[in-house]
């Protein structure tokens, strides 16, 4: 059974720079075998897409409103992904959830459908 645990969300200024890790862990798990993302809740609004890394090549997708400011990557540690966010901004307060690919070996997919496996989010909240 995979389970993800995320870390690192906080309180911080418009402006600042915050880095997000998930932790995946299972006896049969790898993030190197499944695509990855982020997701992101805001409160009174829809769960929405914000970044994917490829398990074929790594190739990543980014939201349009955060691209450019965010980057995923999976540090070969532990079957980790992060998202490091630069240039926060009040409208990026959400709760951040990691996420991984119902199906081992798909192609690449930003569609929270496709995602069957989620961590328990971590509360990012940016102040103007």
């Known amino acids: 059974q995979v389970q993800l645990v995320e870390s690192g969300g906080g309180l911080v200024q418009a402006g600042d720079s915050l880095t997000l890790s998930c932790r995946a862990s299972g006896p049969t798990f790898s993030s190197y075998e499944y695509n990855m993302g982020w997701f992101r809740q805001a409160t009174g609004k829809e769960r929405e897409f914000v970044a994917a890394?490829?398990?074929?090549?790594?190739?990543?997708y980014y939201a349009t409103s955060v691209k450019g400011r965010f980057t995923i990557s999976k540090p070969n540690v532990n079957n980790a992904l992060t998202l490091q966010m630069k240039s926060l901004k009040p409208e990026d307060t959400a709760i951040y959830y990691c996420a991984a690919d119902k199906r081992r070996y798909r192609g690449m997919t930003t569609e929270q459908d496709s995602y069957g496996t989620w961590g328990q989010g971590t509360q990012v909240t940016v102040s103007s």
């Open positions: 890394i490829s398990w074929r090549d790594g190739t990543t």
